[in-house]
């Protein structure tokens, strides 16, 4: 992917917009598909609650739909989870898989972020595995050390399904909502050293996106560089102005 012959560019809204915000952004976005190059690849990734409508708005335009998180079992009486087979049945085409807010705000392991990784794979989705240091374990000069354990603990003996993507995501966690995005050298060091990881792992050569403070005036330095493949874009992403400002950018 390194020709950027596809730039895939995943917002994630969170928990920022509610049932109706959800659905008139989505419908925003869908009518702006002319401004949208086909070298795009574009995913929303909208609260479980306005799911649905938001996939049915964007389903049109072409641009995909992911959910946040799921749950590894298929069925039960897990009160208050949503399956990852629920998830593909209500159209979804991804899902994150150990975005940094659910290992350290929900205290994820790597062994359920593995579990999660399993089923949503089963499901027939794919998932977007996501990795990244704090900013106590890059001070303390940890941070090959961290991804690469995120990175075996996914990964180690799994079977790839033929003809699906492998995506993974850099999530530094010292810059997610806090302005401080990575340097755009140090991005590509460490999206290079992930895609060495995983090729050894795996024999797969993945998709790498970066994820961290992205917004229109820094995408441009991400994505010039040849192992970024694509962000993840989460509060920029969740404003019509900021996104559609994040396209041109990309344009």
Request: proline share 4%; glycine share 8%.
């Amino acid at each position: 992917m390194s020709d950027k012959s596809k730039i895939y560019l995943f917002a994630n809204w969170k928990m920022y917009l509610d049932y109706d915000e959800s659905n008139i952004l989505a419908n925003a976005i869908a009518g702006k598909k002319k401004n949208i190059p086909k070298s795009v690849k574009m995913a929303i990734f909208p609260s479980a609650l306005a799911l649905y409508p938001v996939g049915q708005a964007l389903n049109d335009a072409g641009i995909s739909l992911g959910a946040q998180n799921v749950y590894w079992e298929e069925k039960g009486g897990d009160t208050g989870e949503v399956s990852a087979k629920m998830y593909k049945e209500a159209g979804c085409e991804y899902a994150l898989v150990g975005h940094s807010e659910r290992r350290h705000l929900f205290h994820e392991t790597n062994h359920e972020v593995r579990q999660k990784l399993e089923a949503v794979l089963s499901a027939d989705l794919t998932p977007v595995i996501c990795v990244g240091e704090t900013g106590k374990e890059r001070k303390e000069n940890r941070t090959e050390e961290v991804t690469e354990i995120q990175i075996r603990a996914a990964f180690h003996n799994i079977v790839w399904p033929k003809n699906r993507e492998l995506i993974v995501a850099y999530e530094p966690v010292w810059a997610i909502g806090t302005g401080k995005n990575c340097d755009p050298l140090e991005a590509q060091r460490m999206h290079e050293l992930i895609k060495k990881q995983i090729v050894g792992l795996t024999g797969i050569s993945p998709v790498i996106l970066y994820g961290g403070s992205v917004k229109a005036e820094n995408v441009a330095q991400y994505l010039k560089n040849p192992a970024i493949n694509g962000v993840l874009v989460g509060s920029a992403s969740a404003n019509l102005e900021s996104w559609m400002n994040i396209v041109a950018a990309v344009r």
